[in-house]
């Protein structure tokens, strides 16, 4: 079994910065892509970010391209995502999710929540204006 942890969640203002982080634990049997994913109220989640087992593929969906950065610490079993110039359209609960891939497959990782296998609980970002 497999925990997902998120932190860094919070109110910040229009503009600002955030760093969320996604910490795994449990039973990591094999390599991993690990994604962000979003859902505001009243809409359905959408794709944040992703990035592959090995770190070196990324992919963002356009709204947050050049705002947002992805990373991962393998040591840490941790995933980043690094939020700056915030808008307010970009306050939600943030959840990382767990894709299982294998080492060798180095291909970008999936932007589809429904091929991710473990999800965390969220984490709230406000955006004030």
């Known amino acids: 079994q497999v925990q997902l942890q998120e932190s860094g969640g919070g109110l910040v203002q229009a503009g600002g910065s955030l760093r969320l982080s996604c910490t795994a634990s449990g039973r990591l049997t094999s390599a991993y892509c690990m994604g962000w994913f979003r859902q505001a109220p009243g809409k359905e989640r959408e794709f944040v970010a992703a990035?592959?087992?090995?770190?070196?593929?990324?992919e963002y969906e356009d709204s947050v391209r050049g705002r947002f950065i992805i990373s991962r610490d393998d040591a840490k079993h941790t995933v980043y995502l690094q939020m700056n110039s915030l808008k307010p359209e970009d306050a939600a609960n943030y959840y990382c999710a767990l894709h299982w891939r294998y080492s060798y497959d180095l291909r970008a990782p999936p932007r589809n929540s429904n091929e991710y296998d473990e999800w965390g609980q969220g984490t709230r970002v406000t955006v004030s204006s």
């Open positions: 990035i592959n087992v090995n770190g070196a593929r990324t």
